[in-house]
């Protein structure tokens, strides 16, 4: 197959260079020239390409494939949200209707699910997000979710779990810089995914994901921050964060969700088998080369 993938950054690298390995030709789209450099050094094709402006749209090729739209916001605010993930997925599908494209995947997030009860979320639980980025991407959603439906667009949307992998997993990058701190009592839970899954899960979605279907991409084990720290803690034999009242916490931090994220329509119905079906076994690898830099006195 002919795959491009747009905003190819830490989940679109490794995806194109798995593509890659299983025989199809891939091209890695993103704005900076550093970036396409990178694309270019793991044997992609680079493409400049600003998912907002139209008129690069236009001017794109439409022979490809399969399409993964894996932009991310570049921590901006709402306003780049609405940029980047509503007016991107327009130009998208109208690209999308004169080309001869056969799948579409959007990586949203699960930050859509508000829970804050705890309670086991599967993709039919109500995507009701009070925040206004959150709210954006529910809007992109709809927006791609409405004409896959009608069968006139072949979009399978993914709805991703905080990642972690190399050099990636905020909860443990500060835990190591001695930044992590656990609010309240630490019963909060967290929802992960190490981000080989998530290549996994996307390959999955191309070659059999159901156009119109969300599915979610999670591990298999949502995680309070008192149990994952204890973990952490005890392997590499340090201490425990410091507990703090959740109303000291910055603005941004409050409000948190609380609630399960169910992998099993992943697994059960896309037939994906996790790599890392929990955090012990995604963070076994970064923790043996804390513990080995340790011993030979290398500053992790
Ligand atoms: N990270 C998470 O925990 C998480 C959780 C849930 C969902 N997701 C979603 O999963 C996907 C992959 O995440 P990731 O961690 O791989 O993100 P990432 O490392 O930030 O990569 C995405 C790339 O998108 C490019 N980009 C940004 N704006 C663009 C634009 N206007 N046009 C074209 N390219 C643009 C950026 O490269 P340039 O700056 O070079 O353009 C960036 O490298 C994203 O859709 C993200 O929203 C991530």
């Not at 990178?38 to 236009?58: I, S, T």
């Not at 916001?73 to 004169?98: F, I, T």
């Not at 997993?169 to 190490?194: C, T, W």
């Amino acid at each position: 197959m002919k795959a491009l993938i747009i905003g190819c950054g830490y989940v679109g690298i490794p995806l194109g260079v798995e593509l890659a390995r299983l025989g199809h030709v891939v091209t890695g789209a993103r704005r900076s020239p550093a970036g396409l450099e990178k694309v270019r050094q793991a044997g992609l094709n680079p493409q400049a390409f600003d998912v907002c402006d139209e008129a690069v749209w236009h001017a794109l090729p439409t022979d490809f494939d399969w399409v993964i739209n894996a932009t991310s916001s570049s921590k901006g605010g709402a306003d780049q949200y609405e940029n980047v993930y509503v007016q991107g997925n327009r130009h998208l599908l109208k690209w999308a209707a004169r080309s001869r494209v056969k799948r579409i995947i959007y990586t949203s997030s699960t930050s859509v699910y508000a829970q804050t009860d705890g309670s086991e979320i599967d993709e039919s639980s109500p995507a009701e997000p009070k925040n206004l980025t959150s709210r954006v991407l529910v809007e992109a959603e709809n927006l791609l979710l409405e004409p896959a439906r009608s069968g006139l667009a072949p979009v399978v949307v993914l709805r991703v779990a905080g990642i972690y992998g190399p050099g990636r997993g905020h909860l443990f990058q500060a835990y190591l810089k001695g930044e992590a701190v656990i609010p309240d009592d630490g019963s909060r839970l967290s929802n992960m995914v190490h981000r080989d899954d998530v290549v996994g899960a996307i390959i999955a979605a191309l070659e059999r994901g159901q156009p119109g279907e969300v599915y979610n991409v999670v591990d298999q084990e949502p995680v309070s921050l008192l149990n994952f720290y204890s973990w952490v803690s005890r392997e590499l034999g340090r201490p425990m964060p410091p507990n703090i009242p959740s109303d000291q916490l910055p603005e941004r931090k409050r409000g948190a969700t609380h609630k399960r994220v169910s992998p099993r329509k992943l697994i059960k119905i896309l037939g994906y088998q996790l790599k890392y079906p929990t955090f012990r076994e995604g963070y076994r690898e970064p923790i043996d080369a804390v513990l080995m830099s340790q011993s030979t006195g290398v500053a992790q």
